[in-house]
């Protein structure tokens, strides 16, 4: 008789490799040492862009981004001029289990971006709303089934930073990582396989990243590492509750680095005269020919005719104005360093080559020093506090994995990408990765 496998999927947002190297040498972070002593680990390198959407959408689609056209929490097109939420409405792929590959396979997932509003099927879900509501999850009883095991998970959107003090806000933090990881628990004995995304390492580190630089022998009392320690605790219970039949794979779709500042893209292309204000700061549309994308791509839009309301440039002039913004923009220094902001100015097409490059900013920017990033819409940038940040995002992270499949102890050089998590789930499941998915398995 054939065996059924179980997979368990672990996301820890945000890890940085430098610092899971660091705390499990010292042996702060066990759960995270058991993955790499006892299974296999490597490197993993965000598409593009380091941002979530793209990432998780990869996972759970099994497409790059430039083919599930995900490359922000919002759109970066919108005629109107306001990036609208992205919802399964603009979703061109099937989620792993809608896909005929997992047909038979009980999926459960817990606070992925891209479920929202929840659809449907044979499992279990909690949606990652960008909203408040009391509609997040599938079957609609599963909250109540939940609380009366003492587990109630809670969104992000109700966990929201607005300069409240540190020790307000870092327990509810943690507390829905651990409230995730014991629902994802309580969810596998159900389940074959198990996806819970962990955000309080992303979160903290956005928040507290200045804490880490405060000296090693301060590190410990950081709201970082206490993220890091919780999500570790998570992974521990995982491979307690693990069988021979059982996989845990971890990962993160995305590394943080220290942040200094954000810069405004609008503001450098004003001064280049490609930008045009109003006396109250306000874009003024029809007299600009470019202007900066939605946060977290670091790109930049032409102001087309026939895509925006007050498009000025035509589509006849389309390459020629996206070959200046790029000239005058690679010219363009920080004023606080001096520099050059930008390494290199790229196409879309460049960047992201794909059935979905359409929906990707026209040209996207690659900073010269991680530490100055482009500022984004300025509509959203100012929603969340961006310029409070003392962290971001950077490309490259990790994963690990244990379990039937996987060699104890094996370190992989071959860099990954977030579209082998879903490929590997495929090997682990014993099923064929299908051939339109790009990513190769792990195991």
């Given at each position: 008789m054939t065996i059924r496998q179980r997979v368990v999927v672990v996301i820890t947002e945000g890890a940085a490799p430098e610092l899971l190297d660091r705390w499990c040498a010292q042996g702060l972070l066990p759960g995270f040492a058991a993955l790499r002593s006892q299974g296999a680990s490597g490197p993993l390198h965000a598409e593009g862009t380091p941002y979530e959407p793209p990432g998780l959408l990869s996972v759970l689609t099994g497409r790059r981004a430039a083919d599930h056209g995900f490359?922000?929490?919002?759109?970066c097109h919108d005629p109107e001029y306001a990036?609208?939420?992205?919802?399964?409405?603009?979703?061109?792929?099937?989620?792993?289990?809608?896909?005929?590959?997992?047909?038979?396979v009980r999926f459960a997932s817990i606070g992925l971006f891209g479920t929202h509003p929840p659809e449907p099927f044979d499992g279990s879900l909690i949606t990652y709303p960008m909203y408040a509501t009391l509609h997040a999850c599938h079957p609609r009883s599963l909250q109540r089934t939940l609380a009366k095991k003492g587990i109630r998970p809670v969104h992000d959107v109700s966990i929201f930073w607005t300069g409240q003090d540190r020790d307000e806000l870092l327990p509810s933090l943690l507390e829905a990582d651990v409230q995730r990881g014991r629902a994802a628990l309580a969810l596998l004995e159900e389940s074959d396989v198990v996806i819970v995304n962990l955000t309080s390492i992303d979160r903290c580190s956005h928040i507290y990243w200045q804490e880490?630089?405060?000296?090693?022998?301060?590190e410990?009392?950081?709201?970082?590492?206490?993220?890091y320690r919780t999500c570790d605790q998570v992974i521990q219970d995982a491979l307690r509750a693990a069988d021979d039949r059982t996989s845990v794979v971890a990962f993160s779709e995305i590394g943080f680095g220290p942040l200094r500042n954000y810069c405004s893209i609008?503001?450098?292309?004003?001064?280049?005269g490609f930008l045009a204000t109003a006396e109250d700061g306000r874009v003024e549309w029809a007299g600009s020919a470019a202007f900066?994308?939605?946060?977290?791509?670091?790109?930049?839009?032409?102001?087309?005719?026939?895509?925006?309301?007050?498009?000025?440039?035509p589509e006849r002039d389309y390459e020629k104005v996206r070959t200046d913004v790029a000239a005058a923009l690679l010219e363009r220094r920080n004023p606080r360093t001096g520099r050059l902001f930008f390494d290199a100015v790229r196409r879309r097409e460049e960047v992201y080559p794909g059935e979905a490059t359409q929906h990707a900013p026209d040209l996207i920017l690659e900073p010269a020093d991680w530490r100055y990033l482009p500022l984004g819409d300025?509509?959203?940038?100012?929603?969340?506090?961006?310029d409070w940040q003392s962290g971001w995002h950077r490309r490259e992270s990790y994963w690990s994995a244990v379990g039937p499949g996987f060699t104890g102890g094996?370190?992989?050089?071959?860099?990954?990408?977030?579209?082998?998590i879903p490929a590997t789930v495929c090997a682990l499941l014993g099923r064929d990765v299908p051939n339109d998915w790009d990513g190769v398995p792990l195991s």
């Open positions: 490359y922000s929490y919002w759109t990036p609208q939420v992205l919802t399964p409405e603009h979703r061109r792929h099937p989620l792993l289990w809608q896909h005929e590959v997992f047909q038979g880490l630089e405060h000296g090693p022998e301060h410990r009392e950081s709201a970082v590492f206490a993220a609008n503001d450098e292309m004003e001064q280049a900066e994308a939605v946060q977290g791509t670091h790109g930049v839009n032409i102001n087309l005719r026939d895509r925006y309301k007050h498009g000025l440039v300025p509509h959203w940038a100012s929603h969340v506090h961006r094996a370190r992989q050089t071959r860099t990954a990408a977030p579209v082998d």
